[in-house]
């Protein structure tokens, strides 16, 4: 019987066994019985994931249920979320953890040593300036660090937000030159995503827009 004063629960008993194949077939021989008014299924209720971080419960993650979804999978490193956008805060603390690393570029010596077309390409690619730099000019927080943070900025470090990729990796496909860093305009969003395609990313955020009218 339930653990409870209410005297209306007294006669409701409650079974537990490990079976669960056999619980519908239970179920039908317990209200057969003549003295059983209704017989049904407890389901057994658990917690969704939660993580750590400061402001993880942001409306966009509870909208779209990500805690259930972290439930089944968190993601892993080797799922590329190339950011076709302006440019990355590479240093930020919730950015910095989650920046791919090229396993087949030896950093720094001017050779293109996985022949994908890019040199040095060891954390991204400047497309704009057709370099190998795609940090924020400045170390200002622009419009690429936000949307890479909410797809995968680092999870359960106890700081800033949680992402809805939690354990997948963030590369950085700057289409903003430098110079140009100030104004609205993406200068190559193209050659960002050529990059994206070259190394293998197995998707690409875009966030942007534009006009154009044909005369």
Not at 176 to 192: E, F, H, Q, V
Not at 208 to 213: K, V
Request: with cysteine; aromatic share 10%; proline share 6%.
């Amino acid at each position: 019987p339930f653990r409870t004063p209410d005297p209306r629960l007294q006669s409701v008993r409650e079974i537990r066994f490990g079976n669960f194949e056999l619980m519908d077939g239970f179920l039908r021989e317990w209200e057969a019985i003549s003295n059983v008014e209704y017989s049904e299924a407890v389901p057994i209720m658990r917690s969704h994931y939660t993580p750590n971080d400061v402001s993880w419960l942001q409306w966009h993650l509870t909208t779209i249920g990500a805690n259930q979804a972290w439930d089944f999978t968190k993601g892993n490193p080797n799922i590329l979320i190339a950011i076709v956008d302006d440019a990355l805060l590479m240093t930020h603390e919730d950015m910095a953890p989650k920046i791919y690393t090229n396993p087949n570029e030896i950093p720094g010596n001017g050779i293109d040593d996985d022949n994908n077309g890019f040199i040095d390409d060891v954390n991204g690619w400047d497309a704009a300036d057709n370099d190998n730099d795609p940090s924020s000019p400045g170390g200002a927080f622009g419009h690429g660090t936000h949307v890479a943070g909410i797809a995968a900025a680092a999870t359960d470090n106890g700081t800033g937000i949680a992402s809805i990729g939690f354990n997948v990796s963030i590369v950085p496909c700057k289409s903003k030159l430098d110079a140009n860093i100030g104004n609205p305009n993406l200068d190559n969003t193209y050659g960002a995503l050529d990059y994206a395609i070259a190394i293998g990313a197995d998707a690409a955020n875009m966030s942007f827009g534009g006009s154009f009218s044909i005369t």
